[in-house]
């Protein structure tokens, strides 16, 4: 505002004209006053998913192909060649608003050979879609804390240590580090300390490629190191528990050539939250190679393809 009003000194405006910017610029101040005041009650701007995707029986049939969906939040549908998975999903009744409708309802999930669990919060370890899922899941697999959650469900489930690797039919599955320890800084916002294992990603190396899960994390050195994955399930957000938007760009950039499908966008109305009210528009700005980034709606398929020039495996 000072940059402003030196214009109306200058030595061109007559009196009368300066009385009346004056008036204006305070009546001006006056609006804008109405507007800071009544903006508490309008909803600040949230990304937003496109429409949804629904899918049935056909997304699980076998094909020749790996095909990714995602099923909103940090939620995706993993077919590759018949083998199915599905990593984080929350398909119905989470404890805040949803902006989407969910692609597919777990009751109507036909098989599952597995679902992967990154860690316990309920937008990832869903208990009501966990339950529908369970008699037609052969195995549910997360971390050791997690497993033990699970086993107190009554689920077919595993624990794993971050390295630790496992067999899903033709898929090969290893854990890999994270770090979302946010609960130990909130008093009460657990009666355990949660340990750094409690929370992991995974690397999925199917038959057309390598699938990097990442569960929610902050940024780890390891992150920015392992040979490029054929597709990064991405944990988008610009919150501190997660990579931040920062940290998001230093791995986009780490891995110049790998497809990036946002999640943990678009789908709990927060706009004042900022793990789930990430804006892709925003990424599309900072990173190098941009046109990867992947928006999907929940729903639409992916083809997972071989990055060219990969020779090495990933673990
Ligand atoms: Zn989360």
Redesign the pocket.
Do not use: G, Q
């Given at each position: 505002m000072e940059q402003n009003s030196s214009v109306f000194f200058d030595k061109k405006l007559g009196t009368s004209r300066i009385v009346v910017l004056l008036t204006l610029l305070l009546f001006s101040n006056i609006l804008q006053g109405q507007v800071s005041t009544d903006s508490i009650k309008v909803k600040k701007y949230q990304a937003k998913a496109a429409k949804t995707q629904p899918f049935g029986q056909e997304a699980f049939s076998k094909t020749n192909k790996t095909v990714i969906r995602w099923t909103g939040?940090?939620g995706f549908l993993i077919n590759s060649r018949g083998t199915t998975l599905m990593v984080?999903p929350l398909l119905k009744d989470f404890d805040m608003p949803v902006m989407i409708d969910y692609p597919i309802a777990p009751k109507d999930v036909p098989h599952l050979d597995a679902v992967l669990v990154s860690?316990s919060?309920n937008?990832?370890f869903s208990v009501p879609t966990i339950k529908d899922l369970a008699p037609h899941t052969t195995a549910f697999h997360s971390t050791v804390y997690v497993d033990s959650l699970m086993k107190n469900l009554g689920l077919n489930s595993f624990g794993h240590k971050i390295g630790e690797t496992f067999e899903v039919k033709n898929v090969k599955i290893k854990s890999s580090p994270a770090d979302h320890q946010w609960q130990n800084a909130y008093k009460g916002a657990a009666n355990r300390f949660f340990k750094k294992e409690d929370c992991t990603g995974f690397l999925i190396a199917t038959p057309d490629g390598t699938i990097w899960a990442q569960g929610?994390s902050k940024l780890m050195p390891e992150h920015l190191t392992m040979t490029p994955p054929d597709a990064i399930l991405f944990?988008f957000s610009d919150s501190e528990w997660?990579f931040t938007l920062a940290g998001a760009v230093e791995i986009a950039n780490a891995y110049p050539n790998t497809p990036l499908l946002l999640s943990?966008w678009g789908t709990v109305d927060a706009p004042d939250f900022a793990?789930f009210n990430g804006d892709p528009e925003k990424l599309k700005k900072l990173i190098n190679n941009p046109n990867r980034i992947v928006v999907l709606a929940p729903g639409q398929p992916y083809l997972l393809k071989r990055l060219l020039k990969t020779t090495k495996k990933s673990y």
């Open positions: 939040n940090a984080d860690h919060d937008d990832h929610d944990d997660h943990h793990p």
